[in-house]
């Protein structure tokens, strides 16, 4: 497993925990439509945790289970940013699964050796 594989694995244990810490975790699976939103985000489907749980640390996971290549994300169209603004205008207090989200995206914004 190469470096970017093992911090990631990493950051999506520590993303996992943090949203159930902030009882951001859900027990109720989103359905099927739900789930095959076309939007970014799914924003007009899911929260921002419900993506995180259901869309991006399964998808992510999956590719550090494998050893897949990993995606490359540019600087300036982080995963970070919307998860802040979609926790802000909820007045939800979730710095610690913003500031992972953010360490994700660092992770991925160049491709690695």
Not at 9 to 37: I, M, N
Not at 86 to 112: C, G, H, K, M, T
Request: glycine share 2%; proline share 6%.
């Amino acid at each position: 497993m190469s470096t970017q594989h093992s911090l990631l694995a990493s950051y999506l244990l520590k993303l996992e925990s943090a949203l159930q810490q902030h009882e951001l975790w859900s027990t109720d699976s989103p359905s099927a439509l739900q789930l095959s939103s076309l939007q970014p985000f799914c924003v007009d489907t899911l929260t921002i945790e419900q993506w995180l749980q259901y869309i991006l640390i399964p998808r992510f996971s999956a590719l550090v289970a494998t050893g897949a290549d990993l995606p490359i994300i540019p600087a300036d169209n982080g995963m970070a940013g919307m998860a802040d603004i979609a926790f802000n205008q909820r007045s939800i207090r979730a710095n610690e699964v913003v500031d992972l989200i953010r360490a994700i995206d660092s992770l991925l914004e160049a491709p690695w050796p």
